[in-house]
């Protein structure tokens, strides 16, 4: 059975169908909840979320063929809302980021672009975490975000622009107290 076939059969709730289904998909959608998450246990339960909103939803699915899409904007739905989650309960997520961080070596680099990442408005952030994590094209991600090519395009470039603004005033930033 090909992924269509197994989307309609899931849709009409089978089982084992959307089982199979979700089952070729495990390994794209780690790589997407760990790149907005950066922690595999919170990564592993938005992937659970996910997974259980689409077998609850899925018989309203009006075009099954797009199952795959509408797959991943669900768990980019569930990262965003941990994410907002965790700016409301600051102090935990502190102390699980310290002590992450004691096991983690992370490059001055790589917390710059996470930082920069993080300010981002959450089209951008969405269109750059899927092309430049998961090397999506950009087709794939318009179908994923619901929007015209020409728009995904547009968030590309405003991204990649807010993102060398704020890595670059992180650097002058820094340049300028070492100064004083």
Known sequence: MEEKQWADAACRGDEEAF???VSSQKRKMYGIAY????NEADALEAIQETICRAWVKCS???EPAAFVPWLIRILINCCNDEL???KRDIPHYIEASAAQ??????SVHKLDLERAMQRLKPKYRNVLMLKYYQDMTLTEIARILGSPEGTVKT???QGLKQVRKHISGGVEGYAGKAEL
Do not use: V
Not at 35 to 38: F, G, I, T
């Open 155 to 157: 968030w590309l470039h």
């Open 19 to 21: 089982h199979k289904l």
């Open 35 to 38: 790149s907005y998450l950066n």
């Open 60 to 62: 309203r699915l009006r």
């Open 101 to 106: 961080n004691k096991i983690e070596m992370i």
């Open 84 to 86: 907002k989650r965790r």
